[in-house]
């Protein structure tokens, strides 16, 4: 029995729809253009040569040793870090869930714990471990005069990353946990397990799978991020300094294509793992809301240790970002603690921080609002819709997720300095404004729509029906229905790729032309030449204006939200 | 007070699904022929999965279907989007538009038809008038009951004046009694407003109660098209007198023209177009027959309990169950269990398939 007519059907009421057709063109084109054609370009540049399809290039830069051993590094520290970050964050997750945390104060440092990592850029963490620990450290020179100590390398970039990316495992972990149905445990408990037992025989194989995802996309996270290898590396590359070096130092475009293309196949597998088989089974252990309220634990054998080893963690991460803040305000970090603001002030005089600041704000303020719409429109149409090229719009757009940016830079610089296929089309944007801001709404578009997707999910289906069978077309529904429902999450997603791209680094490093000064790349060229008080200053600054934003957002939801809206008139 | 009543008609209407679990397709509907008169209330009725919600779904535009073709009144509709569509649809679960007062959900599409203001102030008063909701244009959905919520979804697709008027399963979400109570009141109001309605439920009192026409669907295939009447008293089929109502089958033969033999007794039986030696099923609803001492079927009492308005008794016929409601008890001989007894038929009663 094949379908009949209906397909076509489909077809013409699309068709009759003029303003979804468009924008869904559009939308492919936009994902084609600078998603995939990039990425297939770093194919092409790595395969094919003068004389043809070649594995030529592949042999080259496998004969660089340099190349190999930052394979190497860069898988080691994936795994180290990807586990590490998985434990703590399970420690963490645990904690709040099931044991009773005696003070506010610790909810607190909890909270703030999460936060942080959002709103700070990805590498200050590298910052304050050299002024803690490295030679002129605080802690290691001042406190324990140990005067030779080096933190480059791969336990500097380890620690740093684990204590950057932690606080996304314990978000993930936090919310399996909360799922579990405390009544499985306690018939466990009940038939005489004891607490570890049930732990190990109940709790962690329904977590397993969600384990094994908070793991894969910390690993993601990890052999992606650029500038924290960069800042701490010292002589340990990984992949992605390994091909930003082999671009801009030994300007060699194909082999940098080509690792890039190899970067990206260790970052694909993991994803696709991570997407289409752990997340799909960790939600199928635990699609069960809990029943009732978990009784927590208050056995203080067991209080104790764990609270107090997750408040020193938690003090020990705040402390090291409290330090970005103090190095902007000593003289000379290490030898003269008096309190300045020269730093602040030759951030704005000598260093050009003012246009730093406008540029970096400017672009991102423009990326954001159209990332948070073009992300709720993707939503909409792979949550409400059904059409061909759906699935491709989902694929895409998710993909850009596992595309590391130092990939996606290269991509660009193949892609585009000689236009479309070299044509000289679309030439003109290379260098440009434009493609910072198109790379910002790239790099921030999975998030965005990850998040309408699942708010588009808890919106009862016929009430857009129902405008539509009112008579309203496409765009009406969307525009009167849709984006007033899911007006927090456009919100939340506006803040977030605002956020997300006033602090990127690891593809703008490599698009960035001398007329935009980014605040990301003075950093990193400031912390890289050691001057840790001016880098410092930056990044304070940056961090307020980040975290202002996140006040702001919160603020705006909590007063013009849709939730608070409704329910502000019951 | 609508401008033009459409009849709706379907046309050989099938549509294909492809099963999640197998990934075989199927049919959900099945070569439908509908006629749906202008003005007139007809109930799509039948259990779950039988396809009633796809066809409303197909008549309103939100599915196409994969053969034949939907007329609104004379004009053929497959291929228009359901904003385009002259039909109005309230949705089981109401629908309402959370960030909208009760004024502008109901004024919703009269905006987007670019009306005067003025105009669809008064629409808007009145619809709600009529619906018994005057007063509360400024509520917020979520301030009103379950009730009042389907009244402000039945005000929207009113106030549009639409051809047809659909509802799924408007009242499911209700409670029983509230269920009663505004069925009556959407059957009012469709006679008021003389607008042509489909309405799809699964539950047969609510379709006897407020349609003029059921059409009975099982798995994708309408198994009878009739007044509410003709489906109770004469079924198509083993399925329409089962879910219509309780029914018993007697095993039959066919004696000659309107009588039968059920288990060596000759009864009285309208049966149509079947000839004398057939097998058939003789339809008996459990209020169409009293026990007896001197009936005409030899039936034995297995169950007998006293519900108020009738005895309730279970008897074997052959071997062959059936339940029997005795109204007014009180003034009847009453059967314990394994008693012998006789069932008398009422007039006209017994229907043969």
Redesign the interface.
Known sequence: ???????S??R??LL??PVLVTTIVLLIVFLTVFILYPLAILLVDSFVNESGLTLETFKRIMGLSNFRKSITNTLKVGFVVGIASTLIGLLFAYVEEYVKLRTKFMGGLFKLVSMLPVVSPPFVLSLSMIMLFGKAGIITRFLLKIYDNSVYGFWGIAIVQTLTFFPVCYMMLKGLLKNIDPSLEEAARDMGASRFKVFMTVTFPLILPGLGNAFLVTFIESIADFANPMIIGGSYDTLATTIYLQITGAYDKQGAAAMAVVLLMITLLMFVVQKYYLERKSTATLSGKASRERMLITDKSVTIPLTVLCSALALFVILMYVCVPFGAMFKTWGYDFHLTFKWFGLVFTKYKGFKAFKDSFILSLISAPITALLSMIISYLVVKRKFKGKGFIEAVSMLAMAVPGTVLGIGYIRGFSGGLFGSGLLQGLYGTGAILVIVFIVRSLPTGTRSGISALRQI?K??E?????????SF?VFM??TL??IKDSFLSGFVTSFVRSITAISAIILLVTPSYLLITVQINEFAEKGSYGIACAFATILIVITYGSVLLMNFMIKHFG?SR??KA?? | MAKEKKGVRLEHI???YKDPKTGK???AVKDANLEIEPGSFVTLLGPSGCGKTTTLRMI????????GEIYLGNEPI???????RD???V???Y?????YNIFDNVA??LK??KMDKNVIKKKVTDILDLVGLQGMENR?T??LSGGQQQRV?LA?ALV?EPGVLLFDEPLSNLDAKLRVSMRTEIRRIQQEAGITAVYVTHDQSEAMAISDKVIIMNKGIVEQISTPQEAYYYPNNQFVADFIGEANFLKATVEGQDMVNINGSKVKCATGSLSAGNECNVVLRPEGAALTDNGTVKAKVVYSCFMGPYQDYHVMVGDTLVKIQDYNPKNSKIYKVGDEAFLSFAENTLYAL
């Open positions: 029995m094949a379908k009949g007519q209906s397909a059907l489909d013409k009421k009759g729809d009862d016929s009430i029906e129902s405008a539509y069978d009112m008579g309203a077309d009406r009167t229905v007033p429902l849709t809206q409704i008139k019951e | 099938s549509k294909i397709d199927f049919y309103a535009g939100f599915e196409s279907p994969d053969e497959n291929a228009l989007t359901p904003n385009k039909t109005a649809m949705f089981q679960s629908a309402l538009l959370p960030h919703y599409g987007l038809r917020m979520n301030q979804a929207r549009i």
